[in-house]
């Protein structure tokens, strides 16, 4: 069964500077997706960005970026001039391609951002 | 306009009673799902339906069932409540696109709370 780690069960930054933070996943299939989903207080889940395992490139949406080491089962996620509003639990999520496409997610970095 | 929405957003209840939660989606999609999010804020996979059929099944007491009566909707009855479960459950629908599922995105969240 696959799993996925979030070692940083919370992670402060200041704003406008910028935070990384870290995800492991244990698998042993080949094909499959990346997500960091956001949940600020308001308890909306509001995914962040997303990676195809076939995909060398690394993804980024605006400020957001990741960098997908796919032999080292590490999707880390950076956070550029961090906003107030980026200070939310950050779930790291690994989904299979094909058969049981569940969701299967880290236990969350609770980040905070200080003026 | 919303997306995945869900009824009620909070629901307070006595252990031993039956309760629903109502999930719809107007995205077009058809694959829906239900997750559980505990107190820790630990998110886990219950159950998820493709065109009204049933598809993922995790370990859940059977006072849980789900019903599909389309596959824009989604609800979730649960028999005989309990304090355990007390959480914040999420439904979640995507889109079947070449054979894949592809993002989930997700609903506001219910709190339960059992008393």
């Known amino acids: 069964a696959q799993t996925v780690t979030q070692s940083q069960p919370e992670m402060s930054v200041q704003e406008a500077e910028t935070v990384t933070l870290s995800c492991t996943y244990d698998?042993?299939?080949?094909?499959?997706?990346l997500f960091w989903y956001k949940q600020p207080p308001s308890r909306q889940m509001i995914l962040v960005i997303r990676?195809?395992?076939?995909?060398?490139q690394n993804a980024t949406e605006n400020r957001f970026s990741v960098n997908f080491q796919k032999a080292a089962k590490s999707f880390s996620l950076k956070i550029s001039d961090s906003q107030l509003g980026d200070a939310a639990m950050y779930f790291c999520?690994?989904?299979?391609?094909?058969?049981?496409?569940?969701?299967?997610f880290g236990k969350g970095t609770k980040l905070t951002v200080n003026p | 306009d919303t997306a995945v929405s869900q009824t009620p957003k909070y629901l307070v209840t006595q252990m031993g009673n039956d309760k629903s939660i109502k999930c719809e989606q107007n995205?077009?999609?058809?694959?829906m799902y239900w997750y559980k999010q505990d107190s820790k804020k630990f998110l886990k996979i219950m159950f998820s339906?493709?065109?009204?059929?049933?598809?993922i099944n995790e370990t859940v007491p059977n006072r849980f069932s789900p019903k599909s009566p389309d596959k824009a909707h989604l609800n979730l009855h649960i028999n005989s409540l309990e304090l355990g479960d007390s959480a914040v459950y999420f439904c979640?629908?995507?889109?079947?696109?070449?054979?894949?599922?592809?993002?989930?995105?997700f609903g506001p969240g219910t709190r339960l709370l059992v008393l």
């Open positions: 979640a629908s995507s889109l079947t696109s070449g054979g894949v599922r592809e993002t989930q995105y």
């Open positions: 698998t042993s299939e080949s094909d499959y997706y």
């Open positions: 990676q195809e395992a076939y995909k060398q």
């Open positions: 999520a690994y989904r299979s391609r094909g058969g049981s496409e569940k969701l299967v």
């Open positions: 995205l077009g999609h058809d694959t």
């Open positions: 339906y493709n065109n009204k059929e049933l598809i």
